[in-house]
């Protein structure tokens, strides 16, 4: 047991030196070179998507000329290579960082496009989960984020070459907004939770009236209140269903509409 343990001990103690021999020979070699030469070189590295290694220049350059233009795109870049790197939580933070230091930089409308697409993108299956209509174990909370960014950047920088881009990627966002709800309400609704569903189905219509979800809601909502024994209710919202949708085949009633892909939800 003891040789072992010395094994692993000695183990740790070279791969400690291997990683301070790769730091002092980073430090070493680019010890006599310009701030351009660094930043030119840290550039080649991430254009190569070499992205530690163009982290690790860029972090040199900082370290060695912290004031000066390169050193405020070096942080700029440094956020891009983690966002390119899979790395979101470190990207956020080089982000809001660079956003605390320089709040009027004018590269800012760059930086909330960057920090819109690492939540947008949060989620590597996204757009397929666009296109299945399966947004129940989305988060939220990260489309949300990401919409306020590019509301953001589309506000206060509306001429900027990344608004146009920001603004297809708000109204997709809106889409998977709506599209959780009303997977939620599905949810509900299929276990009997007549008024969470309703509350959920009213909470589409309310505030994602301009989705593809609007009508489903609808017909969420008319269910519901028909099981809750609220007919006037049903009645109220099966009239708006006919009058915004009338080929909606939701206006079938339930036992003829036993084809229709919602059907578990009314059994």
Not at 27 to 41: C, F, G, K, P, S
Not at 99 to 122: C, S, T, W
Not at 159 to 170: G, L, N, T, W
Not at 237 to 258: G, V
Request: charge should be neutral; hydrophobic fraction near 35%.
């Amino acid at each position: 047991m003891k040789k072992i343990l010395l094994v692993v001990t000695l183990g740790f103690a070279l791969s400690g030196c291997a990683n301070t021999g790769t730091v002092d020979k980073d430090a070493q070699i680019t010890q006599d070179w310009t701030v351009d030469r660094l930043y030119t070189e840290a550039q080649d590295e991430l254009n190569s998507n070499n992205y530690t290694r163009a982290i690790k220049l860029y972090e040199i350059l900082e370290s060695r000329f912290p004031n000066g233009r390169h050193a405020q795109q070096a942080q700029l870049d440094t956020a891009y290579a983690y966002y390119k790197d899979d790395e979101p939580e470190k990207a956020l933070a080089a982000i809001e960082r660079f956003q605390r230091i320089y709040p009027q930089h004018p590269n800012m409308d760059y930086a909330l496009y960057l920090k819109g697409l690492v939540l947008f993108n949060e989620d590597q299956s996204f757009l397929n989960k666009l296109a299945s209509q399966d947004w129940s174990d989305r988060d939220p909370k990260a489309n949300r984020d990401a919409y306020h960014a590019f509301a953001q950047l589309v506000e206060r920088y509306p001429d900027s070459r990344y608004a146009p881009d920001a603004s297809e990627r708000m109204a997709k966002l809106v889409d998977a907004l709506g599209g959780n709800e009303i997977a939620v309400a599905r949810y509900y609704i299929n276990r009997g939770a007549y008024l969470a569903a309703a509350n959920r189905a009213q909470k589409v219509v309310e505030q994602y009236q301009n989705t593809r979800f609007v009508e489903e809601a609808l017909a969420i909502m008319e269910l519901s209140y028909t099981r809750m024994n609220k007919p006037q209710l049903a009645e109220d919202t099966r009239r708006i269903l006919a009058q915004n949708f009338p080929n909606s085949p939701y206006l079938q009633k339930p036992w003829q509409a036993n084809s229709m892909p919602w059907w578990r939800y009314w059994k």
